[in-house]
């Protein structure tokens, strides 16, 4: 059975945008988790690792939010 999408195709290059966009995400994910290991391996007691990722976070996700935010919006 073929079935078709009946949303419309979004512009090429909103397409790439919301493509890097989400690379962006991806990658800012994959960094905490290196940074969580890191910190971890050098012996950083957890609640210290807790406040430093909590802070570089909550900038690293401010800075993607207004592009990312409407990104579950259909």
Do not use: C, H, W
């Amino acid at each position: 059975m073929d079935v078709k999408s009946t949303a419309p195709t979004p512009p090429v290059g909103l397409r790439e945008t919301k493509k890097q966009e989400t690379r962006q995400l991806m990658k800012t994910v994959t960094n905490y988790f290196q940074r969580i290991q890191d910190l971890t391996l050098a012996g950083r007691p957890d609640d210290e690792i807790a406040a430093t990722v909590i802070e570089e976070a909550d900038k690293a996700f401010g800075l993607l939010e207004p592009a990312l935010g409407d990104y579950a919006v259909a």
